[in-house]
């Protein structure tokens, strides 16, 4: 894996050691960063299951402002660490804080935060995580007007969300599903209709 456009472009990135993470292939990276365009640049991003990172990292080579990774593997975390140093370089410690936390505590941790640009890729058995993750934020007020939301699943998965959330467009990669979202209307909470545009 590298960086794939930006500042840091061509800089490796190192994959978590054992079987728990599933990062997310440089294919499905780019095409998901060309449909998120401008929107990138100058954002708060948070990424609640970092895995290697690449996600926040690619969108801080693309011009976003500082990132919040999390994740609670012990292994992802060093590999969360390795990649941003390396990316990064002297910016490190302005532009980047990363968590050895679950997402219900890395939430807990950042409360009164805001954040632009928001990535979910939990793992595949956790369906309850994205709307789970996303309501906690909501509660907090944490997510900015216009706030963009990138959410990769299985294809097939049915994700109950917040109504407050609005998938506006989805993608398939294969047996992968990227779908993105905003915020209808901050306060309300109540569950929408699965997604499942198969």
Known sequence: MRIISGEAKGRVLFAPSGAQTRPTSDKIRGALFNIIGSRVLDSRVLDLFGGSGALALEALSRGAESAV???????????????????????????????????????????????????LDPPYRMVEAYGDAL???????????GCLIVMERRRDAQVPLPQAVAVFDTRQYGDTAVDFAEIRSAGDEGQQTAINED
């Open 135 to 145: 309501s906690r934020l909501l509660r907090a007020d944490m997510l900015a007007p």
């Open 69 to 119: 990774i999390a994740d609670n593997s012990r292994q992802a975390w060093q590999a969360i660490d390795r990649n941003a140093r390396n990316v990064l370089k002297d910016d490190f410690d302005l532009r980047v804080r990363i968590l050895n936390q679950d997402y219900r505590s890395a939430i807990a941790a950042v409360v009164g935060e805001i954040f632009d640009l928001v990535f």
